[in-house]
């Protein structure tokens, strides 16, 4: 198991920017593909960007694509999102995901991830 604590969110508004944390803690941080997932007040938690175990292979929703980046340090057992150009659609409770896996591909649904940290808020106003 490996624990997570994101960091980072906060009151934007649009066009600004915001970079999310998220610290990872107990076991080998590099045996793990990691995952930015965001959820909505009254809607499903969705899929933001994913980043395989080597920071070789990155994943983005087609909704931020071009907009938010993900990068890994694995050294210092971090991850990162770095979102650019926000909409007032981006406001959502991020969350940082683990799955235990050395692949060059990545899932891209929650249920694909067994290790979730609590969230930060993100909140864009127009």
């Known amino acids: 198991q490996v624990q997570l604590v994101e960091s980072g969110g906060g009151l934007v508004q649009a066009g600004g920017s915001l970079r999310l944390s998220c610290a990872a803690s107990?076991?080998?941080?590099?045996?793990?593909?990691m995952g930015w997932f965001r959820q909505a007040p009254g809607k499903e938690r969705e899929f933001v960007a994913a980043?395989?175990?080597?920071?070789?292979?990155?994943y983005y929703a087609d909704s931020v694509k071009g907009r938010f980046t993900i990068s890994r340090d694995n050294a210092k057992n971090t991850v990162a999102l770095q979102m650019n150009s926000l909409k007032p659609e981006d406001t959502a409770v991020y969350y940082c995901?683990?799955?235990?896996?050395?692949?060059?591909?990545?899932?891209?649904?929650?249920?694909?991830?067994?290790?979730w940290g609590q969230g930060t808020q993100v909140t864009v106003s127009s």
């Open positions: 107990g076991h080998i941080f590099s045996s793990y593909a």
């Open positions: 995901a683990a799955r235990r896996e050395r692949k060059t591909t990545v899932m891209v649904v929650p249920g694909g991830y067994d290790n």
């Open positions: 980043i395989t175990w080597s920071g070789n292979n990155k």
